[in-house]
């Protein structure tokens, strides 16, 4: 049975930093990464990374924002650093199996960037 189990999530103030971690199980993975959703707005991606360690990141958190993947471990990581209030949101882990493409989601862990 496939589980992907965040943990990480928190308040933090505006400039702050987090690190998510997801620890995968059941199976490995061709790509890792993290969506979000905030509250009225559609989840999107935040960042992913392949098996090789190809890293692709969304606008609003390039250079805030560092993916990092074990794949002995099937862990994936994102340390968030210089926080602003829009990056509060839900934020789910995401893996894709190599092959089929199936996706498969965590249960998703609550960032709140607030002073």
């Known amino acids: 049975q496939v589980q992907l189990v965040e943990s990480g999530g928190g308040l933090v103030q505006p400039g702050g930093s987090l690190r998510l971690s997801c620890a995968a199980s059941?199976?490995?993975?061709?790509?890792m990464g993290w969506y979000r959703q905030a509250p009225g707005k559609q989840r999107e991606l935040v960042a992913e990374?392949?098996?090789?360690?190809?890293?692709d990141y969304a606008d609003s958190v390039k250079d805030r924002f560092t993916i990092s993947r074990d794949n002995a471990r099937n862990t994936v990581a994102l340390q968030m650093n210089s926080l602003k209030p829009e990056d509060t949101a839900v934020y789910y882990c995401?893996?894709?199996?190599?092959?089929?493409?199936?996706?498969?989601w965590g249960k998703g862990t609550l960032v709140t960037v607030s002073s």
């Open positions: 990374i392949t098996r090789d360690l190809t890293t």
């Open positions: 059941g199976r490995s993975f061709y790509s």
């Open positions: 995401h893996a894709v199996t190599p092959i089929l493409r199936m996706d498969y």
